[in-house]
């Protein structure tokens, strides 16, 4: 059996300060459903045989002495960044640490512990196809649009909108000219793929998960400690 190609990099962002959740602790760090959130996606990742490289992204203070919890996991694939100010800053950091065999970047939000294999593959498998891939899920709720007193203003089609999550999935050379160009025109989005998109890129969804939602609050931790182990 021949060997797998390791030509995928991972950059996981980390450095957000988690203010929402109302903790001193970083949000991140802490422990949901039995370990740290980060960890959680950052060993499913290294399951992987075709990744090389799986980048965290931190906060600047403490990118230089991350907590020990961290080296769980296969450090000679681990890189550590320091993140910037902004989500996108984040990201460059983590494209400038892939080495040269990386063909295929994926981008995933620690904020999102419970990503499944079969959706990091579905996104790997789009991207390795030429496209960016979102990992996302069809709206099923009645969207309503208001104005500043919330009065109705209309009902919005919810046939073609989908939920977007992370990861999302890129050729490199995709995500670094978008990187590069919306750094150019000053442009900061909180989606990679909208940079994709802004270039008339293609860009597809493919199928994400319920239990890859995004933990924000409090009640959002309370949600994540009820989940079923998969």
Known sequence: MSPVTR??????????????????ELKQFRWVAGKPMLLHSLQTFMQRDDVAVVV?????????????????CD????LVAAGGRERGDSVVAGLADMPPEVQVVVVHDA???????ATIARTIDAARAGNGAVAAL??????????DGRRITATIDRDALWRAQTPQAFPRAMIERAYIEARRDGIH??????LCERLGLSVVC????????KITTEEDFARAESLPLP
Do not use: M, N
Not at 75 to 78: G, I, V, Y
Not at 189 to 194: M, Q, R, S, Y
């Open 7 to 24: 030509d995928v990099g991972v950059v996981i962002v980390a450095a957000g300060q988690g203010t929402r959740t109302g903790a001193a």
């Open 56 to 72: 965290c992204v931190l906060p600047r203070a403490y990118a230089g002495d991350p907590p020990p919890w961290i080296f769980q």
């Open 75 to 78: 450090t000679d694939r681990l």
């Open 111 to 117: 904020a999102r512990p419970f990503v499944d294999a």
């Open 138 to 147: 069809p709206l099923h709720d009645t969207l309503k649009r208001v104005d």
């Open 189 to 194: 989005a909180t989606d990679d793929a909208a």
């Open 206 to 213: 493919v199928p994400g998960s319920e239990r890859a939602f």
